[in-house]
């Protein structure tokens, strides 16, 4: 379970200094589908910052079952991502001088993970093991980054906007891959997205607004990636 008590975030510095997150507190569930909404500017991405532990909160804690990230060194909050959480963003951030199984391997070699094989073929890359990113799609390069991040064998994945640079069709396919994966895996998924359709697939949904959280809700039913709207 992670949870978040009253945690505030600022940037800058004396009459420059702009509050991001306002006093946030939630809980989200092992294994849980949160979703995170919000315009532009509402905070969400600084929530995900911080959930993850890549950033610091000014206040408040930041609690995995009874592990405090905020009390962690950085050199121990360093490890604490390293064992714990993958991340998947809008950009894919592959090393272009790496083929598919070179970069997805990074990410299973910080979990001395020698299975991650498996993974790829889940997302449908068996047969692009030795292609280099400039020789794939956009969709391609995309599961490329789901699956080095689930050769970790996180315990969370965040995913900020991860469909942003993707057409509809590779979109929903990106997402039902990781769907898919996480019933295999039973990880917990935390994703910030624009996309409010997105929303109707998620358990939790978190709606944002100028750093406060204005709504929390959960779906009865959840819908696929072919189910909803774009």
Request: contains cysteine.
């Amino acid at each position: 379970m992670i949870e978040l008590q009253q945690i505030t975030k600022s940037y800058g510095s004396g009459a420059n200094r702009f509050p991001v997150l306002k006093g946030i507190s939630l809980t989200i569930e092992d294994g849980d589908f949160a979703v995170i909404l919000g315009a532009s500017g509402s905070g969400k991405s600084t929530l995900l910052n911080i959930l993850s532990g890549l950033e610091r909160p000014d206040q408040g804690h930041v609690l995995y079952g009874t592990q405090d990230l905020t009390a962690l060194s950085d050199r121990a909050l360093t490890e604490f991502r390293r064992k714990m959480v993958g991340f998947i963003f809008q950009q894919y951030y592959l090393l272009p001088h790496m083929n598919v199984s070179q970069n997805v391997r990074m990410g299973a070699d910080l979990a001395a993970n020698r299975d991650y094989l498996p993974i790829l073929a889940a997302v449908g890359l068996e047969k692009k093991l030795r292609k280099y990113p400039s020789q794939l799609s956009g969709g391609e390069q995309q599961r490329v980054s789901v699956a080095r991040a689930l050769a970790k064998r996180p315990k969370v994945l965040f995913l900020d906007e991860p469909t942003g640079a993707l057409d509809e069709q590779t979109g929903r396919q990106v997402l039902n891959y990781i769907c898919q994966l996480q019933q295999e895996y039973h990880f917990t998924i935390v994703m910030v997205t624009h996309n409010a359709n997105i929303a109707e697939m998620a358990h939790t949904v978190l709606k944002m607004n100028s750093g406060t959280l204005q709504e929390i809700f959960q779906n009865k039913t959840q819908k696929t990636a072919y189910e909803i709207g774009w």
